[in-house]
């Protein structure tokens, strides 16, 4: 079946730091990826839409300039946390939309503690 | 804009017993409607899908009914096992256009033994 990684999967950075986190779909090409953002015992929310070759699309109230997506390659996007600070600790996950377009995939997650 | 409505956001029933999850969503060009459990700390996992051209669909234990003109869609489980328990979330989804998943607030379910 289709998997996806998503590295690291925990990482604690101090105040001020970059963050990058990697999205890999391993056995297909994802010309659309998804970023989402979790706080505890919260729903998903989108943040963010990464196609393959052109700008991600930023839901409202996203800061384009502090959450930097790349999406480089048919299998490989990346969200960057740009000067992190503790409200931006959360548990932040990719997913890869399928051949069909339909189904999309889950990373595990990376856990982000900003100190 | 576009969301979707899910209850009830906690329901406790004893193993065994069914339990019912209800979601209304207010895109009415939304075709495709998926539930994912997730587990503590863990990835969403989808356990079910339905097309707006299919009215019920069930696989095994599972099952989901759709009425688009009312704009619902319920998840049923049967005979609830403890392994069960976790976090349930539904979602709406045009298949044309824009790709983007609205997520419903989740349930979570406990099973009691």
């Known amino acids: 079946g289709a998997v996806v990684s998503q590295h690291p999967s925990r990482v604690i950075c101090k105040s001020g730091t970059s963050v990058k986190i990697e999205c890999r779909s391993l056995?297909?090409?994802?010309?659309?990826m998804f970023w989402y953002r979790q706080f505890p015992k919260q729903s998903l929310m989108l943040m963010a839409t990464?196609?393959?070759?052109?700008?991600?699309?930023?839901e409202q109230g996203v800061e384009k300039d502090k959450f930097l997506i790349n999406h480089a390659s048919l299998t490989l996007s990346t969200l960057t946390v740009t000067s992190a600070h503790p409200e931006d600790s959360s548990f932040y996950i990719c997913?890869?939309?399928?051949?069909?377009?339909?189904?999309?995939?889950f990373g595990p997650g990376t856990r982000l503690l900003v100190l | 804009g576009e969301n979707v409505e899910q209850h009830p956001s906690t329901l406790s029933v004893q193993e065994g017993d069914s339990a019912v999850i209800k979601c209304t969503y207010s895109?009415?060009?939304?075709?495709?409607f998926p539930w994912y459990k997730q587990e503590l700390g863990k990835r969403p996992q989808l356990i079910i899908d339905?097309?707006?051209?299919?009215g019920e669909k069930k696989d095994q234990r599972i099952a989901v009914t759709l009425n688009k003109t009312a704009k619902h869609f319920s998840l049923h489980i049967t005979e609830t096992q403890p392994e069960d328990s976790a976090v349930y979330f539904c979602?709406?989804?045009?298949?044309?256009?824009?790709?983007?998943?609205?997520f419903g607030t989740g349930t979570r379910l406990k099973v009691l033994a």
């Open positions: 339905i097309r707006s051209n299919v």
């Open positions: 056995d297909f090409q994802a010309t659309t």
């Open positions: 895109d009415s060009a939304s075709n495709y």
């Open positions: 990464s196609n393959e070759g052109s700008k991600a699309t930023y």
């Open positions: 997913s890869a939309l399928g051949l069909l377009q339909e189904t999309q995939y």
């Open positions: 979602a709406a989804k045009r298949t044309s256009g824009t790709y983007k998943y609205i």
